[in-house]
């Protein structure tokens, strides 16, 4: 049985949800973070990464989200939520699976210049990356649009780990200085329309610690 090693308000929420879609049963250890909101020394030392999410099946131990999402999902899921490349969709489940990465490299780089030159200087005097870094951020997010206005889900007509992945970065990033999504209706009705899938409510509730996994 897999071992979710969840970290409070952290990307091992994805795991929760992709165990709850494939109805796998699993065991979850919850750890909660310091008060400096770091993950504490006993998570970090489940894995050298250090970073959520982690899991542990027998004897592997995995981190990264999109590593462990695809794994559980070939091994232990029949490949249901996988996208193969015989079928339609294959090129956007893979910039699915990439997306989130890069959305979040380009936020975590303003960030650090915002701690060091602050978020009022003009973006005229802002250094060339963090200048590229916005160039790509407002790309991502137009290529998605454009998607989801063809689309209902990343890689096509039907669910699949790559939403798992990009769901993460419309609504918890934004707490953190990510990219809003109000000026984007697609995507809005799509985190919508996702939202509702009664996988993610259970996962929800499980990661606040308001509801157990039946397994």
């Known amino acids: 049985m897999i071992t979710i090693y969840h970290l409070a308000a952290s990307q091992s929420e994805r795991v929760i949800w992709l165990m709850e879609e494939l109805e796998l049963p699993y065991r979850l250890e919850r750890f909660e973070r310091e008060a400096d909101g770091s993950a504490p020394p006993a998570y970090r030392a489940l894995h050298p990464f250090g970073t959520a999410p982690i899991i542990r099946d027998g004897d592997q131990v995995m ?27 294959y090129a956007d489940y893979l910039q699915g699976m990439q997306l989130s990465d890069a959305i979040q ?12 030159a602050g978020e009022n200087s003009d973006e005229a005097s802002e250094p060339v990356i963090v200048r590229a870094c916005r160039r790509r951020e407002d790309g991502y997010f137009r290529y998605l649009e454009e998607r989801l206005s063809a689309q209902p889900y990343a890689a096509g007509e039907r669910f699949s780990c790559a939403d798992i992945m990009v769901l993460h970065n419309l609504t918890v990033l934004p707490h953190f ?13 799509y985190v919508a329309r996702v939202r509702e899938r009664p996988a993610y409510q259970r996962a929800a509730a499980i990661a606040a610690g308001s509801e157990a996994p039946a397994g």
């Not at 981190?63 to 339609?88: F, K, N, Q, T, W």
């Not at 200085?177 to 009705?189: C, F, H, K, S, V």
């Open 63 to 89: 981190a990264e989200s999109a590593a462990i999402v695809e794994y559980i999902s070939r091994v232990h899921g029949g490949g249901r939520l996988s996208v193969g490349p015989d079928e339609p969709g």
């Open 105 to 116: 490299t380009a936020l975590f780089v303003r960030m650090a210049y915002a701690g060091g």
């Open 177 to 189: 200085g990510g990219r809003a999504i109000e000026d984007l209706p697609n995507t809005q009705a």
